[in-house]
């Protein structure tokens, strides 16, 4: 089992940057990306960012494309997402997943990911 913990919410001015932080432990040597999910109130839960490790390839929500970057460590246990020029639109839960063994395209998808942290909660406040 690979479990996420993640960091970094909190109240953020509009306009301003956010940088969360994912730490995945337990059996991450099975893990081939991870990602992160947004779920506004009374929403589905949105696709924002994913990194695959085997080589480093990137993928962006358009909600957020150009504006955000996603990052991982060396160790490919530690992932970081930052977002700027952020609006009230950007207010969500923010969330972590883990992708086991899937190295294709789609990690976009919510269903690829079969571990999840609880969240992060980051507000946009105008």
């Known amino acids: 089992q690979v479990q996420l913990v993640e960091s970094g919410g909190g109240e953020v001015q509009a306009g301003g940057s956010l940088r969360l932080s994912c730490v995945a432990s337990?059996?991450?040597?099975?893990?081939?990306?991870m990602g992160w999910f947004r779920q506004a109130p009374g929403q589905g839960r949105e696709f924002v960012a994913a990194?695959?490790?085997?080589?480093?390839?990137?993928f962006y929500g358009d909600s957020v494309k150009g504006r955000c970057t996603i990052a991982g460590d060396n160790t490919k246990t530690t992932t970081y997402l930052q977002i700027s020029s952020l609006t009230p639109e950007d207010t969500a839960h923010y969330y972590c997943?883990?992708?086991?063994?899937?190295?294709?395209?789609?990690?976009?998808?919510?269903?690829?990911?079969?571990?999840w942290g609880q969240g992060t909660q980051v507000t946009v406040s105008s």
């Open positions: 997943a883990a992708a086991l063994h899937y190295t294709g395209t789609y990690f976009h998808l919510e269903n690829l990911y079969t571990m």
């Open positions: 337990g059996r991450t040597l099975s893990t081939s990306g």
């Open positions: 990194i695959r490790w085997i080589d480093g390839e990137t």
